[in-house]
Nanobody, 118 residues
Framework: QVQLVESGGGLVQPGGSLRLSCAAS????????MGWYRQAPGKERELVAH??????TNYAESVKGRFTISRDSAKNADLQMNSLKAEDTAVYYC?????????????WGQGTQVTVSS
């Protein structure tokens, strides 16, 4: 079992920046990769950014060049968000994929609200 706690959300003006942090606890040795997803009202949850244990990253097209995901340890993953737009408004969820008995397990945080508005 992996527990995830996000922090750093809030209200920011268009063009501003926010940094989200995710801290994992529990069976952190079983984590393969971590990522950030978001879900806007009335929309499906979507991948924002993903980073493997080896440091390989990938990003949604809509955030490339503006967002940066990083891992400073096996249990922390941050998302630096610059040049924020109104369409970035959503609840952001941290995800960790861990090795379970029967396969890969998706672990989720409780979510943190990001609102981009003037």
């Amino acid at each position: 079992q992996v527990q995830l706690v996000e922090s750093g959300g809030g209200l920011v003006q268009p063009g501003g920046s926010l940094r989200l942090s995710c801290a994992a606890s529990g069976r952190i040795f079983s984590i393969n990769a971590m990522g950030w997803y978001r879900q806007a009202p009335g929309k499906e949850r979507e991948l924002v950014a993903h980073i493997t244990s080896g440091g390989i990253t990938n990003y949604a097209e809509s955030v490339k060049g503006r967002f940066t995901i990083s891992r400073d340890s096996a249990k922390n993953a941050d998302l630096q968000m610059n040049s924020l737009k109104a369409e970035d408004t959503a609840v952001y969820y941290c995800n960790a994929k861990s090795r379970g008995v029967t396969g890969i397990v998706d672990n989720w945080g409780q979510g943190t609200q990001v609102t981009v508005s003037s």
